[in-house]
């Protein structure tokens, strides 16, 4: 099954009463995206998508930093299958 693997930092800006500023930066936990259910068509299209659900109000005290990668989680190597144990 392809997926999108979507990992991403957000960085929120505090204006200072002196002029300055400051910040912070949070990194996300790593989510994934089914292309079939949101009709994304593209790592971008992806990227786009992650950014509308980690800042719904397109806040721009934020700034989030998003990398969308396809995955085909198909092609995973299986585990390896336990032998049962020979009777001594």
Excluded at 45 to 60: E, T
Excluded at 70 to 84: F, G, N, Q, R, T
Aim: with cysteine.
């Amino acid at each position: 099954m392809k997926q999108y693997c979507i990992t991403a930092s957000v960085t929120r800006v505090k204006n200072l009463r002196s002029g300055g500023s400051r910040s912070a930066t949070k990194h996300l936990p790593t989510f994934y995206l089914d292309p079939r259910v949101q009709g994304i068509t593209s790592e971008n299209h992806a990227k786009n998508i992650a950014d509308n659900i980690l800042n719904p109000f397109a806040d721009k005290k934020m700034k989030i930093d998003i990398t969308a990668i396809l995955v085909d989680s198909s092609e995973a190597v299986p585990p390896a299958e336990e032998k049962p144990a020979e009777p001594s």
